[in-house]
Each structure stands twice: as structure tokens, then as C-alpha cells.
């Protein structure tokens, strides 16, 4: 009857609404740290976002048609001098191809302009590791908060009797799980952001393959 009655007595009390964010806050540096990492992983999220708009704001064929047309009715200074009124890595490409193909054979045409894609990709390549490095970190700094804060529980455990000493171990475990609670946030955050980016790459590879194979075959038409 009497654990009945404690059963009863338990669940008519309303469970207390849990403040995830001071819980958080109570990991003291760790938490700090995790915060400072949330901020760098929207710097640089933001930062290739904007390099990514930047770089590859035209559309290729659109730009291989117009480059087309200028060859035709203009020659190769007109169709070069358009493309450097442009900065995106689309018409940096068709540009260096054309003053490439002056000068080397059709048979390593090809290599040659890989070469120069491969360095427009690398533009947007960089700094993504740094994302990623944060989606690793930051969980493990989060769980190294909670030991931390698990070893400071059992420590005033240890000081306790054993009618508070329940209590003082409740408490010190929420609080010390709230720096995991926030290193999987932006753990989470930073994957996400991260594996965004790397399928824009991939898209932006695959666009470049595309342009390149077209500007040959242009070459070859001609």
C-alpha cells in the first residue's frame, strides 16, 4: 500500500519544466567554448555561401552561348574581353581556354583546362574543413564538459549524507549533460551545413565537366 500510495503521490505531481539553455549555461567554460564554435561555424557558413553565389552565379550554358555568338560575329578579343568583365569561376574557364588553345596542341587541350577548373574548385573548397573539423569537436568537447561535471557531482557526493546526497547526485548529472545537450547541437548543425555544401560542390563539379566537354566540342565544330 505504501508504494502504491508514493506511485499515486508521483504522478500527480506536474513535471517541472526543464530551462535547456540556463542548463546549458551552467557548463561554464565548456560552454563558452561551444558557444565561440557555434559562432566560427556560422562565419564560415555564411563565408562559402556568399563565395559560392560569387562564383557561381552565371549559368554555363547561357555563358557558352554567348561566348559563341561573340567568336561568330566578333572574333576571340571580343569573346575575351566579355569574359573578363565577369569574376565567376564559369567565365574564368571559357577565358584561360581560350588563350590556352592559342598556344597548346588540341591533344592536351583538355589536361590543360582541368588544371584550371581544378583551381576554381579549390576557391570553393576552402575553409569547408574547418566545418567539418567543428561537427567533431564539438560533441566531444560537449561530453568532455559532462565528465567533467560528472566528476565534480560525485565529488560532493562523497561530502554528503546519505539524505541529500540523492539530490546533490540528480542535480549535478542534469547539469552536467546540458554541455553534451549543446555539443550535439552544433555538432548537428556543423554536419548539416557541411554535407550542403560538399553536394554544391559536387553540382558545381559536375556543371564544369559539363562546360568543358561542350567548349570542345565547340572547338572541334568549328
Known sequence: MNILF?????TQTPPANVN??????????VSYTLIVLSIVLFYFFLERLWTFFKLTRENPKDLLDRVKQLLVSRGMDSAQEA??????????????SLEIMTYVQSSQL??????????????????????SSIAGAAPMIGFLGTVVGMIQAFSELANQ????????LAEGIYQAMGTTMGGLVVGLFAYIMYNYLIAKI??????????IHDFILMLQQR
Do not use: C, P, W
Not at 161 to 168: L, M, N, R, W
Not at 203 to 209: A, F, I, S, W
Open 6 to 10: 508514493i506511485l499515486l503521490q508521483d
Open 20 to 29: 535547456y539553455l540556463e542548463v546549458f549555461m551552467r557548463g561554464g567554460i
Open 83 to 96: 569574359l573578363r568583365k565577369s569574376s565567376s569561376s564559369y567565365s574564368i574557364i571559357l577565358r584561360e
Open 110 to 131: 583538355k589536361e590543360r583546362i582541368d588544371e584550371v577548373a581544378q583551381k576554381e574548385l579549390t576557391k570553393l573548397e576552402r575553409k569547408i574543413g574547418y566545418i
Open 161 to 168: 549524507d546519505g539524505a541529500t546526497s540523492a539530490k546533490v
Open 202 to 211: 559536387h553540382k558545381v563539379t559536375g556543371e564544369m565537366n559539363a562546360l
